[in-house]
């Protein structure tokens, strides 16, 4: 089954520094990844996908992605995070069933940005 | 563009009474989904729709829940009785074609159903 893992529930970084939110995954074939960030009361906003190519995807809001075949890995990235970036950040993968795609959420990471 | 909007916002009901949820997709969208959200976790496929069919209900629990998209456009999400455990955040996204696996889903706000 194709899924994706966000082993860290919250993270933690001071503004202006930079973040990472950590996402993993497991795919039978190539891997669609994507991120999605999700405000208080608000559905989940599309921030960047990866399908091919450039292993770095750049997204909305400065954000960017590293897609790592040897690791399996699709970590988030911003270089110098802000006050405002403070939401629930999720990562899906593109999963492949007898009845067409859908995608396939981790449990969410929590992004805390202090002044 | 408009997004994609849901309705009502918040829902509090007493267990065993029916409930219901509307989504109005984004113009020209015709995959349609319903994604149940519990606290603290990612968002969970209930079903799956190209214009008015249902391809996608396998994880829909259809001894209590039922969906329509009658024109293609707009959905109805049904749960009816509403259990404890129904409590949690629906979602509602769509996308412009099925055809392509690359198109990212947009998603409306969400109802928050409290179940008593």
Request: with cysteine; hydrophobic share 35%; charged share 20%.
């Given at each position: ?115 | ?64 829940f039922s969906a329509e ?9 049904k ?38």
């Amino acid at each position: 089954a194709q899924s994706v893992a966000q082993p860290e529930d919250q993270v933690n970084v001071a503004e202006g520094n930079p973040l990472t939110v950590k996402c993993t995954y497991s795919v039978s074939g190539n891997p669609y990844l994507f991120w999605y960030v999700q405000y208080p009361n608000r559905g989940l906003q599309f921030l960047l996908k990866y399908i091919t190519g450039d292993n770095l995807v750049k997204g909305s809001y400065g954000f960017e992605a590293e897609f790592n075949k040897s690791q399996t890995s699709f970590h988030l990235k911003k270089p110098s995070a802000l006050v405002s970036d403070s939401a629930l950040y999720f990562c899906a993968v593109r999963a492949y069933s007898n009845s067409g795609y859908a995608l396939n959420f981790g449990k969410g990471t929590s992004l805390l940005v202090t002044p | 563009e408009a997004g994609v909007v849901q309705s009502p916002r918040y829902k509090i009901i007493e267990k065993k009474q029916p409930v219901a949820f509307w989504c109005n997709p984004i113009s020209g969208h015709n995959t349609l989904y319903w994604y149940r959200q519990n606290l603290g976790q990612g968002p969970e496929l209930l079903i799956r729709y190209e214009n008015e069919e249902a391809v996608d209900d396998s994880q829909l629990p259809k001894d209590r829940f039922s969906a329509e998209r009658l024109k293609g456009v707009d959905s109805t999400l049904k749960i009816q009785p509403a259990e404890l455990g129904d409590s949690a955040v629906y979602l509602c996204a769509s996308t412009r074609t099925s055809g392509s696996i690359y198109n990212e889903q947009f998603f409306g706000p969400g109802t928050r159903l409290t179940v008593l």
